[in-house]
């Protein structure tokens, strides 16, 4: 049996079906991701004439990039990057307070696509209190006009997709801020995605709505994936962000729970949740979003692997899913975009919009009229 026949899957052919597609994704989700390659283009021209602008960038003490969803993730993939290419501390922020330690010697990113989440508004005013460095990466909103108006440098770009779909305008933006104040050594700057665009664009035909099941490795994944529980394994450094990612994506395109950790971490204690994994639900799915050069550059988190299958065993379906390409930045996009086009491809096979996101908005709105 090929490994992307699915018996739980009785609408995979859907994923052929130009037609079917288009009319479950009422909002064109699957149109932006085919275009992200395009996307990372022109957010690279925004970005390389913003940070033109900045006048003379210092180098701070250490950096947080503040924002919530699909507005943190291009923070995590920058962290990722300053952590093999940089040397000042970069973290990530998810909260409404920004950490104790931040002061003016501290360069604080705020990133919100609306510029409307009010975690990261209470993270910039603090970060405005504390008297720290900023920057803004938004397409406007809230986070844009109070930006303006304190003087702090606001990267805008283009607004009116969902913010998961825009990662090319927030990720670019922000490793581009982050490399004007503490440059990175070459295969982690923003230079390097240029030089990814090609293999990007490539495999936007080869995973785009054209390219066949039989030969699509997105539509292959989120159909091996279809009724079941992913767990979505990063084995190490980058692969643990888009980790959280691929868990992100098939969460809010796909309507579905799954699940992520990295390693080695996950040897250390959720190994051992494997030992009552059937009694605990059925159907789980282990994803191990992995590097070429694992084997010759971390050998040992090769054998990490390898062991860990061993001790699942048969109590899930696992697979290996690879990055592509010869550079680190080739590698990196190339496994988010992956991910990206097989949760559109889920979504469709559990027969939901891609876009919707009832529960988020519903949320976003009880909150806006809560006092304090
Ligand atoms: C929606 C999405 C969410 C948002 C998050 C924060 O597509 O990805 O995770 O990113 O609710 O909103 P923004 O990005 O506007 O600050």
């Known amino acids: 049996m090929s490994l992307y026949r699915n018996p739980r899957a009785p609408m995979a052919g859907i994923l052929d079906d130009i037609e079917a597609m288009r009319i479950i994704d009422r909002s064109g989700m699957l149109r932006l991701t085919e275009e992200f390659p395009q996307q990372c283009r022109e957010a690279l021209e925004i970005a ?8 003379a960038p210092q180098r701070p003490a250490n950096v947080v990039i503040t924002g919530l969803g699909g507005s943190a993730i291009g923070g995590d993939m920058a962290a990722s990057l300053a952590a093999i290419g940089g040397d000042v ?15 003016p010697n501290t360069l604080v990113i705020a990133s919100s696509y609306s510029g409307n989440t009010e975690e990261t508004l209470s993270a910039y005013a603090q970060a405005r209190s504390a008297g720290c460095r900023m920057a803004c990466v938004t397409s406007g909103g ?9 003087g702090v440098p606001v990267c805008r770009v283009p607004g009116g997709r969902p913010p998961r779909a825009s990662t090319g305008f927030l990720f670019i933006p922000t ?7 503490v440059p990175l050594a070459k295969s982690c700057s923003p230079g390097a995605i240029s030089l990814a665009l090609p293999l990007l664009e490539a495999c936007s035909v080869k995973w785009g709505r054209n390219a066949p099941l039989d030969e699509n490795a997105a539509k292959q994944t989120a159909l091996r994936l279809h009724g079941r529980i992913p767990i979505f394994y990063g084995t190490q450094g980058y692969r643990g962000v888009l980790a959280t990612r691929w868990k992100g994506q098939f969460n809010e395109n796909a309507k579905a729970h799954a699940f992520a950790y990295v390693l080695p971490e996950q040897n250390h204690n959720e190994i051992l949740g494997w030992d009552q994994a059937l009694t605990q639900a059925q159907n789980w799915s282990v994803a191990y979003l992995r590097d070429p050069q694992e084997t010759d550059e971390t050998p040992r988190i ?26 680190l930045m080739e590698r990196m996009l190339s496994l988010l975009y992956l991910g990206d086009f097989a949760s559109v491809y889920a979504a469709f096979l559990n027969g939901v919009d891609p876009t919707a996101i009832a529960g988020i908005d519903l949320l976003k709105a009880e909150l806006s009229q809560f006092p304090g």
């Open 89 to 103: 501390p970069v973290i990530v922020n998810r909260d409404y307070s920004l950490p104790g330690f931040v002061g």
């Open 142 to 150: 809230e986070l844009g006009r109070m930006a303006e108006a304190d």
């Open 48 to 55: 390389t004439a913003f940070t033109a602008r900045l006048s």
């Open 302 to 327: 090769a054998k990490r692997v390898d062991v860990l299958k061993t001790v699942i065993g048969n109590r899930a379906d696992q697979m290996d899913i690879w990055a592509e390409g010869s550079t």
């Open 175 to 181: 490793l581009s801020i982050l490399h004007a104040h």
